[in-house]
């Protein structure tokens, strides 16, 4: 994730593929409706059983989740500096995770608002933890609907309800090694456009050392974000298919475009000396302080994200590098890329949402989203925002901003996490395993079926 991110996506992937998923989603099961909260945790007022209303006055004391503290308590000073007649307390979140979360909402307890990964929405929302945030949205006075990506609004919405109010995100781009490129014989200006020119490229950078080890590799799932098996995902949506179909209602990774998708992972893989020799390299390499493959000149070409710039910038001033939109197919013709970024959760035991509602209407402002993001290194939700953080740095950030309406992201449905660890065993066990891909794909499908119908039997949260 971006320089000291706190997004923690690789821990995500990583616990993922550990199984750990399995028994984040079974505490995330919905159960019987929670209790009403005591009379000092009730709304001043509201508009519907369980959604408060900003009415008659924000004021007190209000307490925000976010799961860094440098990030945190700025966010926290510079909203109480502004003297609003509120006062923020910042406390230590989460983000691709809900065990915390989890439990304060168990105690009745949670925070008045918490800054989260954007796929917690439907998981979160049939335990009826969040207040549905429709009416709210409609009346914001710092920000329209909009004003956000039209992708992110996709991301936010369920059942027709607006759960969060996205806050920031991440394209990817294609890096590319200049150095490494005139090293192997190729022309630095001519960067790979399409994945068999990509391919190509990657096979003539790839070097190994007298002992026949690696020492340099084209490109890996094992470096760069998305990491590992999501990079499957990349590659299926290139080939014009998805993990599931428009209603949410079927997994759909055993397609004809699924099976192109691990062909293809598979075969740059073993053009470059196979899939397990790539994850020991890159996972063995030892480097300085603020150093990645990338900048150490081990990896070639990588789809990576703007995160990596304070580093680039600190650590490899001299780094020799471009960037362009990622591969395509040809005849598809869509751009490899894949995104994330996390948003404001509202949670119906919080204790002052008035005041609450204000703090994001604070740090929505556009100049303000703006600003917090350049310092973050990060995209903001909001387009014009967005349009203006690229402006602060257009050499580095136009080609990010050119795609956020396009990027794709894992779907968002209760139970997605637990059906991604489908997705790595599956991945593991043909670029590993040398399985069959057909086959594994097909296993893959039925157990991620298995936990799509029994989320799509939950409650509509209301």
């Not at 949670?110 to 796929?119: A, K, V």
């Not at 992708?151 to 490494?180: C, E, M, N």
């Not at 590799?217 to 995902?233: D, H, K, Q």
Request: glycine share 8%; charged share 20%.
């Amino acid at each position: 994730m971006e320089g000291p991110r706190i997004l923690g996506r690789r821990q995500f992937l990583i616990a993922v593929s550990a199984g750990a998923a399995g028994a984040l989603l079974a505490a995330c099961a919905p159960k019987a409706s929670p209790q009403p909260a005591s009379e000092e945790q009730q709304p001043v007022a509201t508009s519907a059983p369980g959604q408060p209303t900003l009415a008659p006055q924000a004021n007190g004391e209000f307490v925000f989740w976010y799961p860094d503290e440098t990030r945190g308590t700025a966010l926290q000073d510079e909203f109480n500096k502004a003297d609003l007649g509120m006062t923020a307390k910042w406390e230590l979140g989460e983000y691709d995770t809900n065990t915390k979360t989890m439990a304060a909402l168990a105690a009745g307890t949670p925070p008045d608002t918490s800054y989260l990964g954007r796929w917690q929405t439907c998981d979160l929302a049939v335990r009826n933890a969040l207040v549905c945030l429709d009416d709210y949205v409609a009346k914001a006075k710092s920000f329209a609907w909009n004003n956000i990506w039209e992708r992110l609004q996709k991301d936010s919405i369920s059942w027709g309800k607006k759960w969060i109010i996205p806050y920031t995100t991440d394209t990817r781009a294609l890096f590319y090694h200049k150095d490494v490129m005139v090293n192997a014989g190729l022309d630095p200006e001519k960067p790979p456009k399409t994945w068999d020119e990509l391919q190509q490229m990657a096979v003539k950078i790839t070097k190994r050392d007298a002992g026949g080890r690696l020492d340099t590799i084209g490109f890996t799932p094992s470096f760069g974000n998305p990491p590992v098996y999501l990079m499957f995902l990349t590659v299926l949506w290139c080939y014009g298919g998805d993990m599931v179909n428009g209603d949410m209602s079927k997994i759909t990774v055993a397609s004809s475009e699924g099976e192109q998708a691990m062909t293809f992972l598979k075969g740059i893989m073993d053009a470059q000396g196979g899939y397990e020799d790539a994850v020991a390299f890159t996972k063995n390499l030892s480097l300085a302080e603020g150093i990645d493959a990338f900048s150490a000149g081990k990896v070639g070409l990588a789809l990576n994200g703007a995160w990596v710039f304070p580093n680039y910038a600190k650590y490899s001033p001299d780094l020799n590098y471009g960037m362009i939109p990622g591969p395509v197919f040809p005849d598809k013709n869509i751009v490899a890329n894949y995104d994330g970024g996390g948003g404001w959760f509202f949670f119906k035991k919080g204790h002052n949402f008035p005041a609450a509602w204000q703090f994001l209407e604070f740090i929505m402002d556009k100049d303000r989203q703006a600003k917090i993001c350049d310092t973050w290194a990060t995209i903001p939700s909001r387009s014009d925002s967005g349009e203006a953080w690229a402006k602060l740095d257009e050499q580095h950030r136009r080609v990010f901003v050119s795609t956020a309406n396009t990027v794709r992201w894992i779907p968002i449905f209760a139970g997605v996490l637990e059906t991604l660890s489908h997705l790595a065993t599956m991945f593991d066990n043909v670029l590993i395993g040398g399985k069959d891909i057909k086959g594994e794909l097909q296993t893959a499908q039925q157990n991620m079926q298995l936990i799509l119908d029994k989320a799509n039997s939950f409650p509509v949260p209301s």
